[in-house]
């Protein structure tokens, strides 16, 4: 998974915050959420990065799952990634 062209990145002491320069458009993701997206954009996988998240923060792994979905369903649907 990559950035689409489009978009630019700044890291924020919450989180971070993406421009996507064509539609204008700005998200913030906190510091969680900016985690998903660095792993996703170093290659990790959606499961491995949930079972991280799980173990790390001791919450049910199912959850993690369904979490980090929502992360990367939310990120595709605003067009901020695009599969590598």
């Known amino acids: 998974m990559q950035l689409h062209p489009d978009v630019s990145t700044t890291e924020t002491d919450d989180g971070t915050v993406l421009l996507h320069q064509r539609t204008g458009r700005y998200w913030q993701l906190n510091t969680t959420g900016s985690h998903v ?3 996703l954009l170093d290659g990790s996988a959606p499961e491995d990065i949930a ?6 923060h001791g919450i049910d792994p199912q959850q993690a799952e369904r979490d980090v979905s929502a992360v990367v369903e939310q990120l595709r649907g605003a067009s901020l990634v695009v599969r590598s």
């Open 37 to 39: 997206l660095r792993l």
């Open 51 to 56: 079972a991280g998240l799980a173990d790390r």
